[in-house]
């Protein structure tokens, strides 16, 4: 059966305006959305990105940070926004694996969002409060051991890598520890360093200034390998802890159904960005490292977002963690 001349005028239209609209891309403001606080390691990534964005794009780029429910409120408004391109997110780990695991949401965090760039990549680090009588993990350990369920311990979220780093700390270390609940890092930073708190599971970045500060102890690394900006301080497997490597990486991504083309600008702009030298010295005094050549494709982001949900999610779910 033949289709109407109509119908066929229509849709060709239809696919004319969708295709000048990626060729015009962007011809307004991007929003960018950051499910965290201002401040925050994630916070900080996106404005960078974005400070590039809106002079190779040549459009202003908004950060706008979308806080709540472990990251999955500011991930929902995206999963929603139109496939335009003009909302995009800076997520996380805990964004991206570690909230999605146990909140109940409608959307898929790999299926429901497009790709665009993987982002730099941090560690986590045991940090403590500068009057614990610990000066070392070693030490630590035997605190927490002595003083059961004593000691306080900052997360940013249920399934935060915050959250998922003192668990299995506690559970490697045969310790327990209490959880304060934060909605970001930057104010479970500011009562770290005000004492108000013990300890912290935190992305390695933020703690860089308080800790060559005097402001707050570091105790281990939870990476296979010392940390570059600080490499006094040991990993966990250097102090007898096997298990214990938890990569923080970011990443961006479009809401599903935005069009190649417009996936495409992105992502080509992203990677200019974190080619950029001044761009690398940024990240670089975050002591965070950008992702090679090869691992700034949108495949990439996605395949490696794929693997670290068939890691964590069996492992996050098996623990049992709860909504408090």
Known sequence: MRMPTAVITFALALASIAGASADNYPSKQVTIVVPFPAGGPTDTVARILADHLKDTLGQPMLVENVTGAGATIGLGRVAAAAPDGYTIIVGNWSAFVGSPAIYPVSWNPLNDFEPVVRLPVSSLMIVGKTGLPANNAKELIAWLKANPGKA?????????????????????????????????????????????????????????????????????????????????????????????????????????????????????????????????????????????????????????????????????????????
């Not at 990677?271 to 975050?286: G, H, S, T």
């Open 152 to 324: 306080t311990a900052a997360s940013v979220g249920a399934g935060s890598g915050a959250h998922v780093c003192g668990l299995y700390f506690m559970d490697k270390t045969q310790t327990n520890f209490i959880f304060a609940q934060y909605r970001g890092g930057a104010p479970a930073m500011q009562d770290l360093i005000g004492n108000q708190i013990d300890l912290m599971c935190a992305e390695a970045s933020q703690t860089l200034a308080h800790v060559r500060g005097g402001k707050m102890k570091a105790f281990a690394v939870m990476s296979k390998n010392r940390w570059k900006p600080l490499p006094d301080v040991p990993t966990m497997e250097d102090v007898g802890v096997t298990g214990m490597n938890i990569e923080f990486w970011h990443g961006l991504w479009a809401p599903k159904g935005t069009p190649k083309e417009v996936v495409a600008k992105l992502n080509a702009a992203a990677v200019k960005a974190l080619d950029d030298p001044a761009v690398q010295k940024r990240i670089e005094a975050l002591g965070m490292t950008a992702p090679t050549k090869a691992e700034q494709t949108p495949k990439s982001l996605y395949d490696y977002h794929k693997a670290e949900l068939d890691k964590w999610w069996p492992i996050i779910k098996a623990a049992g963690i709860k909504i408090n």
